[in-house]
């Protein structure tokens, strides 16, 4: 997938990227809340449990002195390191006397001085010590129980445990990252898929292919309006086209009879040899012109459909000696050098033949004087080459251009008949090349079929 410049896969993936960006920043900010919270929750709780433990130990002995079995809350606790950073002391509400403190060790006795009489209720942590205060009654006395934790064991996990914790969380947050921005690009590469298919579908088309549409099978919904709309506007490029080439055809076979009776009309009219002369040229040179839109029109139109098995020499044979006239009045000598094969090709005789006439036809009116000009013919080629003066390579990609001479100023040919010969040769799917100077120093044109 190519981002390039106004990229539609590119914008998508910012997008994503800047969205991605967003909300991992926002869950790596979450959980580090969480986790300074759960801490506090975590203690809190604990110390909930150890008051509870706590109270059901407490009773009242027969003189009411309140009297505290740690046996059991030990066992509960588990371990000495706690229960030795840990205190506690019971005082009665009314009367806010303390009538009950533990026996512990020197750590949880510095803890326990740490708390002051107006301690809050639930937990709470300052300078270092974890406290809690649990109301509760015992035997119908209103007791406060007040916990005091010396922090230094969680100090000493949070400085062993939080920075594992942290390259943990760090690494995952990368890695989901990492495989959210792969996915997304999956994702955007899939999206995009059906616009790239929809692209080879519109260069695939030539303008032969007019009639080819583009198929809107399963395309996404989004797309499916652009495929209908450049459907609807290949219709009407295609109808403006077929109009065209009618109007042209019909405009040429509309003057053929008026350039017909004019020519007549000039050979019969009385005036001096010069004048008649150059009017019949001009005559014919507009005839000629007519004919090739003609015949330029039937092969975009409809040569090239109706194949059938064709002798390349039998055709050339019948090229050469209709056009052999043309040769001797130009002074030229045609001569056909055939391969006897007898294998054939399938192609469209008329338009086949509209192709070698041209070629011949342009050897003939663009050689030198007195040239000489030769068809070869194989089994599935013809060649037309003459003995001079060749073409310049600077023209050799403009030969093919419609209404292209080299003297534009010189009414020598119409421009169109290499242009027929291409638009035949391309219609037969056959392979047309031109060499500007072949071994006789003129120029050679082949059509491999």
Request: net charge negative; with cysteine; charged share 20%.
């Amino acid at each position: 997938m190519n981002f390039r410049q106004h990229s539609l896969a590119k914008k998508i993936y910012l997008h994503f990227l800047l969205i991605g960006s967003a909300v991992f920043t926002l869950i790596g900010v979450t959980l580090y809340l969480f986790s300074i919270n759960f801490a506090n929750l975590a203690v809190e709780s604990s110390m909930y449990g150890m008051s509870e433990d706590i109270v059901q130990q407490l009773h009242f002995d027969e003189q009411q002195r309140l009297q505290y079995h740690p046996e059991n809350v030990a066992e509960k606790w588990g371990y000495d390191a706690l229960f030795n950073n840990l205190a506690f002391r019971v005082v009665e509400q009314n009367s806010g006397q303390v009538i009950l403190n533990s026996i512990s060790s020197e750590a949880g006795s510095q803890a326990l001085a740490a708390l002051d009489s107006a301690l809050p209720k639930g937990y709470s942590h300052q300078a270092g010590i974890d406290r809690y205060r649990l109301e509760y009654d015992v035997q119908g006395t209103a007791v406060y129980v007040d916990l005091a934790r010396n922090d230094l064991i969680g100090e000493f996990a949070n400085e062993a445990v939080m920075p594992v914790l942290s390259q943990v969380s760090i690494v995952t947050m990368v890695a989901a990252f990492v495989v959210f921005m792969l996915v997304g690009f999956l994702s955007i590469r899939s999206i995009v898929r059906p616009v790239r298919e929809v692209a080879s579908q519109l260069e695939a088309i030539t303008p032969e292919q007019l009639s080819f549409r583009l198929s809107s099978h399963g395309l996404p919904i989004e797309i499916q309006p652009i495929v209908n709309s450049l459907n609807q506007a290949m219709d009407r490029v295609e109808t403006g086209f077929d109009e065209q080439k009618r109007f042209v055809a019909n405009a040429a076979h509309e003057l053929k009879t008026p350039l017909a009776v004019l020519n007549t009309r000039v050979q019969l009219a009385d005036m001096d040899s010069a004048t008649s002369e150059g009017v019949l040229a001009d005559v014919g040179y507009m005839t000629r012109v007519v004919q090739q839109l003609l015949d330029l029109s039937r092969a975009q139109r409809q040569f090239g459909n109706e194949r059938s098995p064709l002798s390349l020499l039998m055709l050339s044979k019948e090229v050469c000696m209709m056009l052999a006239p043309l040769a001797v009045s130009l002074d030229k000598e045609l001569s056909l050098e055939p391969d006897e094969s007898g294998e054939l090709v399938q192609a469209d005789k008329a338009a086949v033949h509209i192709m070698v006439k041209n070629l011949i036809e342009n050897a003939l009116r663009h050689s030198k004087d007195k040239a000489s000009i030769i068809v070869r013919t194989s089994n599935n080629y013809i060649e037309v080459l003459d003995n001079g003066p060749g073409i310049d390579e600077e023209n050799k990609d403009k030969l093919f251009e419609r209404f292209w001479r080299k003297e534009q100023s010189v009414l020598t040919g119409s421009g169109l008949g290499l242009a027929i010969v291409k638009e035949i040769a391309h219609r037969h799917q056959a392979h047309l090349t031109v060499k500007c100077k072949n071994e006789l120093g003129g120029a050679t044109f082949k059509v491999l079929f």
